[in-house]
């Protein structure tokens, strides 16, 4: 790309705003990662791994539920709230869009309550435990309502403020864990009470603080263009979910019953070192789609939007790396001995969540066009590989062959939406960085694969000199440009001076 083709400094002030409340909004979501690294020494030593087998199915039921429930309303409020033929009914974009929501949900929580019984037995094996479906129903209905409020935060681009009360929400919870399942050792149930708490109290602080962009009324034309952008949504946001968590299922149910909970345990760890990715992925989604639909009326918009796609690939690739290369000691230092055999599984599944940030990057294009009734077919796609995949390979490989199952699939949907994207949109990616960027990473992962020492802060050191192969090699393959060397140049000097 040229500099005849984008405003350099146009696209460096985009970048510059774009970080800072991908940033912002990723604050919070850090703290709450940071928890759940902080509470694995607690759960793993109150916890079996059954036990963290049956929380595991637990947390993926509920989201499931909830993507089945929002119809895609929270997608469609964000596409029109910024539509200029839309702008004078702000109010009723927003009114509708939570009363549709709560019409859909409520009726969806109690058949989940009254069936608490076939839902424990069935989606979270646990027969002896109706109280969990219960929870569950409670929990669905709770976060699903909070959705709503943190959704208008992020559409006001209130960054700040949502990260406070992240921060906020996350000690409350941390408190309240302690309490019930430390000091008074109510198991699964107590981290199931703690959880349903703090989200009472966030839907009451976060409604209130929102409540001015209630002052619409019920609107049917408005609940139609809603729900004519949002539900091709559902199948897709279903799939997409689907494809992240069925390989939990398929765990449970393909492999020897003795075995499946245990096995089902060390995957959730490995996803949850894993998970750093995706909290950098959803930190910047939150402010992704928002941001670039403000950018559509603006001139080189796609060229721009093509580098963007360029910087935000480099900082998931730079994160997921990292994660790779120090998992084994993260692993050994958060976790009991009994949970270490999930290691192998993390760089896999990490290299799946990069697949996943880079369709999510691409996401915008299908939306500006209005083209989203493409990504249902991208996801059931992608839905129907895992599964087969996941069919074949968890019963001779379990965990490893559920991990790569979903990074085949995920590599599957990335490539499908890339090719929309710039089909319809004519985004014009940087390929060439983009390769270099993933070979560089490769290459490193693999680096530390081979050091391996049984001192973990000699083994530490050790992966610390390793990560110095990946800016070296992206400096052999020359991926920084000329224009953006000045840029740091002068940033630096201006920061030295």
């Known amino acids: 790309m040229t500099d005849q083709y984008l405003d350099e400094q146009n696209f460096f002030r985009h970048a510059k705003n774009l970080t800072g409340h991908t ?65 004078s009914k702000r109010p009723e974009i927003v009114v509708t869009g939570f009363l549709a929501q709560q019409m859909t ?66 000690v409350v919870a941390l408190l309240g864990t302690i309490v019930l399942v430390v000091w008074l050792e109510q198991g699964i149930l107590g981290a199931l009470r703690a959880a349903l708490g703090v989200t009472a109290i966030s839907i009451v602080v976060q409604l209130f603080i929102v409540r001015h962009d209630f002052k619409g009324g019920w609107s049917a034309e408005v609940l139609s263009s809603l729900l004519k952008f949002g539900l091709p949504y559902v199948p897709h946001n279903i799939a997409a979910y689907l494809l992240l968590t069925a390989d939990r299922y398929f765990l449970a149910y393909l492999i020897p019953e003795d075995a499946a909970l245990h096995e089902l345990g060390l995957y959730n760890v490995a996803y949850k070192f894993a998970s750093g990715l995706y909290l950098l992925i959803g930190a910047l989604g939150q402010a992704w789609a928002p941001y670039i639909f403000t950018m559509n009326s603006l001139p080189h918009q796609p060229q721009i939007y093509g580098r963007l796609i360029t910087f935000a690939t480099a900082a998931m690739v730079l994160v ?11 692993v050994r230092l958060f976790t009991q001995p009994v949970f270490w055999e999930a290691t192998p ?10 697949c996943y940030g880079f369709f999510t990057l691409q996401g915008p294009a299908l939306a500006i066009t209005k083209k989203s009734g493409y990504i249902p077919i991208i996801s059931f796609s992608s839905l129907l590989t895992n599964v087969v995949l996941n069919m074949l390979w968890i019963p001779r490989w379990g965990m490893m062959g559920a991990a790569w199952a979903t990074l085949v699939a995920y590599g599957m949907m990335a490539v499908m ?20 960027l993933l070979a560089s990473s490769i290459i490193t992962v693999v680096a530390a694969s081979w050091v391996v020492r049984p001192v973990l802060w000699e083994q530490a050191l050790l992966h610390l000199g390793v990560c110095l192969i990946f800016p070296v090699t992206l400096l052999m393959l020359r991926f920084v440009e000329p224009n953006e060397w000045e840029r740091f140049h002068r940033i630096l000097a201006k920061f030295l001076d």
């Open 417 to 436: 939406m890339t090719y929309l994207g710039c089909h319809f949109y004519g985004t014009p990616l940087e390929w060439r960085r983009l390769a270099k």
């Open 320 to 330: 997921g790396t990292l994660i790779a290369v120090f998992v084994d000691e993260a």
């Open 105 to 170: 949900a409520i009726p969806l929580c109690v058949a989940i309550w009254l069936m608490a019984d076939w839902v424990s037995e069935v989606a979270l094996k646990s027969p002896d435990q109706a109280t969990y479906g219960k929870y569950l129903a409670a929990l669905v209905w709770g976060e699903l309502t909070l959705m709503f409020p943190n959704n208008l935060l992020r559409i006001h681009l209130r960054s700040k403020l949502y990260a406070w009360l992240s921060i906020g929400r996350l």
């Open 345 to 354: 599984a993390v760089a896999i599944i990490m290299y799946a969540y990069l």
């Open 23 to 87: 940033a912002t909004f990723g604050f919070g979501n850090m703290v709450s990662q940071l928890v759940s690294l902080f509470m694995l020494p607690i759960y793993t030593a109150y916890f079996t791994t059954a036990d963290y087998g049956v929380l595991g199915l637990i947390e993926v039921t509920k989201t499931l539920m909830m993507y089945i429930v929002a119809m895609g309303i929270g997608s469609a409020v964000n596409r029109y709230f910024f539509d200029k033929e839309f702008e």
